[in-house]
């Protein structure tokens, strides 16, 4: 069972940054692509961002391209995502989430594994 622990999330400014970690308990994180999504009250789980295993593929939603940028430390078993330029928008509870394959990395049927999820909220 691999074990995915989020953190970093808070309140912010409109504007403001924060930087969102995920630590895997699995030795074989190196063998996962991992992803973020969110979900905002009353809404379905949608995309954010997905890394390959080396990193050397990364995908992000159109909503957030440009401002989030993910990345992952396989030697920590860490995947990270940065967010800048927070909008209000962005409010939600954000998920990490690891899968065996990379394929269809934006559904969430296509991940094994999820976190417990932080709260992002950023005040206009």
Known sequence: QVQLVESGGGLVQAGGSLRLSCAASERTF???????????PGKEREFVAAISRSGGSIYYADSVK????????????????QMNSLKPEDTAVYYCAASRVLAQVTTTTSYDYWGQGT????SS
Request: net charge positive; charged share 25%; no cysteine.
């Open 30 to 40: 190196s063998m996962r692509v991992m992803g973020w999504f969110r979900q905002a």
């Open 66 to 81: 440009g401002r989030f940028t993910v990345s992952r430390d396989n030697a920590k078993r860490t995947v990270y995502l």
């Open 119 to 122: 709260q992002v909220t950023v």
